[in-house]
């Protein structure tokens, strides 16, 4: 099986924080994600990688920043955290960009800045 | 502008019965459409996918079934569980690229004894 595996579950941190969110599969897919998902809002897209060392912009990425070094490995950085930044943190991978492909998720970090 | 309304937002049902859940979408062009099941604290798992020439999908309990034509899609979830409280997630792909996908709110399902 597919496994997406995001280090943290569970982080409070403090307004202005250097905040850095892990995320590793284990099945060399090409594609990783990375979304927030706010009550009433769905997911959103902030960022996402396409291959090593290569990011794209998504639907929010204001107050984001990514990192690709290895294939199986993206992360999410918050230069500054802020309280409109608190909020669940979800990563996905899928093998390439064929339509149909399965996007799987990790079981979500649950930011908390205060 | 493409988007993807699903309805009811949430859903009470007694253990046993059956529901069905709905997604309307305006994306375009269609490249396909996925359900999944996120429980409480967890992550999406993908349910079904479905293609443009699929109009329905079965994944045991849970048939997904779509008309591209009126662009709405189904999840009709038999013989329910409690298991099966949970989010249900419809995800639009406008074409082929993983990334260009199309979120509902999802549906709110609670099983109750």
């Known amino acids: 099986d597919v496994k997406v595996t995001q280090s943290s579950r569970y982080l409070v941190k403090r307004t202005g924080e250097k905040v850095f969110l892990e995320c590793v599969q284990d099945m060399d897919h090409e594609n990783m994600f990375w979304y927030r998902q706010d009550p009433g809002l769905g997911l959103r897209l902030i960022y996402f990688?396409?291959?090593?060392?290569?990011?794209e912009k998504g639907d929010i990425p204001e107050g984001y920043s990514v990192s690709r070094e290895k294939k199986e490995r993206f992360s999410l950085i918050l230069e500054s955290a802020s309280t409109n930044q608190t909020s669940m943190y979800l990563c996905?991978?899928?093998?390439?960009?064929?339509?149909?492909?399965?996007?799987?998720f990790g079981e979500g970090s649950w930011l908390t800045v205060v | 502008k493409n988007q993807v309304e699903q309805s009811p937002q949430s859903l009470i049902i007694l253990e046993g019965k059956n529901c069905t859940l709905q997604?309307?979408?305006?994306?375009?062009?269609?490249?396909?459409l996925r359900w999944y099941k996120q429980d409480t604290g967890r992550g999406p798992v993908s349910l079904t996918i479905?293609?443009?020439?699929?109009n329905t999908k079965s994944n045991g309990r849970y048939t997904a079934t779509l008309d591209a034509d009126t662009k709405q899609s189904s999840l009709h979830i038999t013989a329910s569980q409690l298991s099966d409280s949970a989010s249900y997630i419809c995800?639009?792909?406008?074409?082929?690229?993983?990334?260009?996908?199309?979120f509902g709110t999802g549906t709110r399902l609670t099983v109750i004894p």
């Open positions: 996905a991978s899928s093998f390439d960009q064929t339509a149909g492909n399965t996007i799987y």
């Open positions: 995800v639009v792909s406008a074409e082929a690229g993983a990334n260009n996908l199309f």
């Open positions: 479905m293609t443009f020439s699929e």
């Open positions: 990688s396409y291959d090593v060392k290569m990011k």
């Open positions: 997604c309307n979408y305006t994306v375009s062009p269609f490249s396909n």
